[in-house]
């Protein structure tokens, strides 16, 4: 029987087959022949005014068609009729929300990392509500369909990956695993399992190397929302594992940090009032951390904020420019050009942040240090990861020989510096960056690996 496995990644996802009687072999499955490499979808989702919902890269060459560059117009408008229920009375009150009226449709990214999320529970989409469950089983449907269409035949059994941690947060991490159970559940697809992804990557390549008995490798899986790492030792029967560990930062995160400490005072983060030398609240740059909560700008208090800022502070220049970012709707453009940057930064000493449209101007050198300077928390926190699931594992650092990174985050130079420095006796592989989640899957729902 073939066995498949679904790997929902933050950023892209992939499903890979095992087919026993076809030589044991283990393949990707072609999932968007929108992208530059049909085998690695996009994680997104766009639904359009006309309820018409379409993913992958499909899915971000329409929104960025349809809303890059737009008004966006907020009007406040009847949403429903509410009533509340006291213990003496009843009070029935309408209830309105500032939407924005312009909207050709709505993309969603990063949907994985909304589950540990708790106060997302729904969105209202052209007035239809959507469960932060649909939407990720939307996505998941759309995978199995491409999977049943790549293989000509219905997907009734699946093994599916999931982090590590979702959380730090104990009960967040629970509501997570609850919430990622329940998309699969609503996918209808008959028998879902569940496996770590760094567990995956290891099956995946243990099976590929075959490695000697008692190996003992680590697995540095580095992803746009989590860090997942394994230890395991190799046995005769495949692999034995000895922990797991994880964090909840990725490249989403790393995005937010160059944000943070180099793009946002383009934006007027920093500008005081000229009358009564006070800062423009920081509310207000606190939002920029992501293109979804610049969004979140785009409500008339908030922008009123930012239009009397470009009259009355000493950077007009700079506020006019995220009155462009806010009501034209470039976030997310200026999150794919930071984005842009930070993968360049892997492989040069200096990369440019570059955007120019309407009021913004921006044109920002960054070198690898800089770069390096802005994350060296989050590069710290990798690093005791590493020594935490090692010591977990009940290995010393010098026990590990071996460690296999994937996920795209694990190509930037301060983390693969960072687990060269934990684990000084081992030996660095990158192991199909995108992919190898997907076949370990594959691998491991057939026991093989
Ligand atoms: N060469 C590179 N250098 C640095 N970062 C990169 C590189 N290539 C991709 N990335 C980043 O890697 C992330 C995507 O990696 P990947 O597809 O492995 O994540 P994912 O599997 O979707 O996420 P997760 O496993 O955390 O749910 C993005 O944040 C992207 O910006
Ligand atoms: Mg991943």
Partial sequence: MLSIGIDFGTSNSSVAVYDPAAGGSVRLLPLDPHAA?????????????????????????????QNTGREVIMERRYIAELKMVFSDMTVVKDAYAMIDVNEPGRLFQSLKRFLAV???????????EYRLEELVATLARHMVRAAENALGQKVTTL??????????????????????????????????????EPVAAAHHYAAEAGLAEDTRFLVFDFGGGTLDITVARADAAGIAVLATGGVPIGGDLLDSRIMESRIAPLFGRGARYL?????????????????QTIVELNRPDRLEIIR??????????????????????????????????????????????????????IAEQL????????????????????????????????????????????????????????????????????????AGLALAGAGEG
């Fill in 367 to 438: 070198t690898r240090a800089e770069f390096e300077a802005a994350i060296s928390v989050q590069v710290n926190e990798a690093r005791q990861c590493v020594l935490d699931t090692v010591a977990r594992a009940g290995c010393a650092a010098s026990d590990i020989g071996l460690v296999i990174t994937t996920g795209g985050s694990s190509l930037i130079p301060a983390f693969r510096q960072a687990l060269r420095d934990a684990l000084p006796r081992a030996e660095l592989t990158a192991a199909g960056t995108f992919t190898s989640v997907a």
């Fill in 159 to 196: 093994v599916v990956g999931r982090p590590v941690s979702f959380s730090e947060e104990p009960d967040k991490d629970e509501v997570a695993r609850t919430r990622l159970s329940e998309a699969w559940r609503l996918t209808g697809v008959e028998h879902v399992t569940f496996m770590e």
């Fill in 308 to 361: 009397d800022a470009v009259r009355l502070t000493d950077s007009p220049r700079q506020l006019a420019a995220l009155e462009s970012l806010v009501t034209r709707n470039r976030g997310l453009e200026l999150f794919r050009a930071i984005e842009r940057a930070k993968i360049a930064l892997s492989t040069d000493e200096a990369a440019e942040v570059r955007l120019r449209a309407d009021a913004i101007d």
């Fill in 275 to 291: 009358a009564q030398d006070l800062p423009v609240p920081a509310h207000i740059f606190a939002r920029l951390r992501s293109w």
């Fill in 37 to 65: 490499d049909a085998r690695v979808m996009r994680s997104l989702l766009y639904i359009s005014r006309d309820g018409e919902i379409v993913a992958g890269q499909r899915a971000l060459d329409l929104y960025t068609e």
């Fill in 118 to 128: 708790t106060s997302f529970e729904k969105t209202t989409v052209f007035g239809t």
